[in-house]
C-alpha cells in the first residue's frame, strides 16, 4: 500500500469508529427494520464529503460509489434490504436517476440472482415512490 492510501484507509477508520462511539447507545437495542428512517438522507455536499472528494480525491465521485455500494448489496439479497434503501436514496441525492439505479440492480442479477433483483427493485421503487410524495 502507497502512504496516500494508508492515511486514507486510516481517516476513514477513525471517521468509522467515532460514528460507532456517538451511536453506541443507540445501538444496543436498535433493530435493523426500519434503519433507513433511522438515519435521513444525507446531503450531496455530505456525501460527496465523506464517500468523494475527501477520502478518494482521485477517485470515484459520490454517485459512483453510491451505484457500486447498491450493487453490493443488491447481490446480498434481503440480508440488506434497509440499507437497499437507504443507499437508492443516496444515490438520488447524489445525482443517480431511476433508470442508473434499475440498470445497476439489473445487472446485478447475474451476480446475486433474479430474487435479489426482483427484492430490489421493488425496495428501489418504494423509494422512487416516497420522494416524489416528498416533493
Same mark, same amino acid.
Given at each position: 500500500m502507497n502512504d496516500a492510501f494508508t492515511k486514507m484507509f486510516q481517516q476513514m477508520m477513525e471517521s468509522g469508529q467515532e460514528m460507532v462511539r456517538a451511536f453506541n447507545p443507540a445501538l444496543e437495542n436498535m433493530q435493523v427494520k426500519g434503519l433507513e428512517q433511522f438515519l435521513p438522507t444525507m446531503p450531496a455536499n455530505v456525501m460527496e464529503m465523506w464517500f468523494g472528494k475527501t477520502f478518494n480525491r482521485e477517485g470515484l465521485d459520490a454517485k459512483t460509489r453510491l451505484l457500486a455500494t447498491l450493487a453490493a448489496l443488491v447481490a446480498l439479497g434481503s440480508l440488506a434490504e434497509p440499507q437497499i434503501k437507504l443507499t437508492v436514496r443516496h444515490a438520488l441525492e447524489a445525482g443517480a436517476t431511476k433508470r442508473e439505479i434499475a440498470e445497476v440492480i439489473?445487472?446485478?442479477? /447475474?451476480? &446475486? &440472482? /433474479?430474487?435479489a433483483m426482483q427484492k430490489a427493485l421493488e425496495l428501489a421503487q418504494s423509494v422512487f415512490a416516497e420522494t416524489e410524495d416528498e416533493a
Open positions: 439489473w445487472q446485478t442479477s /447475474m451476480f &446475486g &440472482g /433474479m430474487p
